[in-house]
């Protein structure tokens, strides 16, 4: 059974702490996401990779940044976070050919 | 404005009742549309894909439409469980590879 598993399902960190969010997929998946999901806004994408060392930003990138040192590992980092930052965190890993994608568990982050 | 919008934003059915989610987009052509079902707490899965030509796709008491006149996919729901109790997410893929999310619906099957 094919998996992406995010390292923490809840995290509550204060605000200016720095953050990493961990996301880690069995399939060799080329491609790795990260979305935030708010209430009423959907699924929104931070940042994605399609190759190790390689990332690109997605559509609210502002306040994040990512590291993709091995292709089944990508991390996202919330270098000073903020209120505004709490969110449910989803990761996500497709093939080359993005027929489809397998989501992670999530992780709920609440910044106090 | 969003360019995929879905509706109802939620929905409360006795279980064994059918239902219908909407979906729809203003991207067009697209790759690809996708139908995830979300349960709290997890991430999506995916139930349906259909590509631009298609206009059905069934998975079990699943089925999803897709009209490309009118922009509008449809979700429905056959005799409903209480464990179709979920978020409905239509993401879908343009034709430069791009995914877009619609916001979901949340549906709750009651006794």
Same mark, same amino acid.
């Given at each position: 059974?094919?998996k992406?598993?995010?390292?923490?399902?809840?995290?509550?960190?204060?605000?200016?702490?720095k953050?990493?969010?961990?996301?880690?997929?069995?399939?060799?998946?080329?491609?790795?996401?990260?979305?935030?999901q708010?209430?009423?806004?959907?699924?929104?994408?931070?940042?994605?990779?399609?190759?190790?060392?390689?990332k690109?930003?997605?559509?609210?990138?502002?306040?994040?940044?990512?590291?993709?040192?091995?292709?089944?590992?990508?991390?996202?980092?919330?270098?000073?976070?903020?209120?505004?930052?709490?969110?449910?965190?989803?990761c996500?890993?497709?093939?080359?050919?993005?027929y489809?994608?397998t989501f992670?568990?999530?992780?709920?982050?609440?910044?106090? | $404005?969003?360019?995929?919008e879905?509706? #109802?934003? &939620? !929905?409360?059915i006795?279980?064994?009742?059918?239902? @219908?989610?909407?979906?729809?987009?203003?991207?067009?052509p697209?790759s690809?549309?996708?139908?995830? $079902?979300?349960?709290?707490?997890?991430? #999506?899965? &995916? !139930?349906?894909?259909?590509?631009?030509?298609?206009? @059905?796709?069934?998975?079990?008491?699943?089925?999803?439409?897709?009209?490309?006149?009118?922009?509008?996919?449809?979700?429905?729901?056959?005799?409903?469980?209480?464990?179709?109790s979920?978020?409905?997410?239509?993401?879908?893929?343009?034709?430069?590879?791009?995914?877009?999310?619609?916001?979901?619906?949340?549906l709750?099957?009651?006794?």
């Amino acid at each position: 059974d094919v998996k992406v598993t995010q390292s923490s399902r809840y995290l509550v960190k204060r605000t200016g702490e720095k953050v990493f969010l961990e996301c880690v997929q069995d399939m060799d998946h080329e491609n790795m996401f990260w979305y935030r999901q708010d209430p009423g806004l959907g699924l929104r994408l931070i940042y994605f990779s399609y190759d190790v060392k390689m990332k690109e930003k997605g559509d609210i990138p502002e306040g994040y940044s990512v590291s993709r040192e091995k292709k089944e590992r990508f991390s996202l980092i919330l270098e000073s976070a903020s209120t505004n930052q709490t969110s449910m965190y989803l990761c996500a890993s497709s093939s080359l050919h993005l027929y489809g994608y397998t989501f992670g568990s999530g992780t709920r982050l609440t910044v106090v | $404005k969003n360019q995929v919008e879905q509706s #109802p934003q &939620s !929905l409360i059915i006795l279980e064994g009742k059918n239902c @219908t989610l909407q979906c729809n987009y203003t991207v067009s052509p697209f790759s690809n549309l996708r139908w995830y $079902k979300q349960d709290t707490g997890r991430g #999506p899965v &995916s !139930l349906t894909i259909m590509t631009f030509s298609e206009n @059905t796709k069934s998975n079990g008491r699943y089925t999803a439409t897709l009209d490309a006149d009118t922009k509008q996919s449809s979700l429905h729901i056959t005799a409903s469980q209480l464990s179709d109790s979920a978020s409905y997410i239509c993401p879908l893929k343009t034709s430069y590879d791009k995914v877009i999310f619609g916001p979901g619906t949340s549906l709750s099957v009651i006794p």
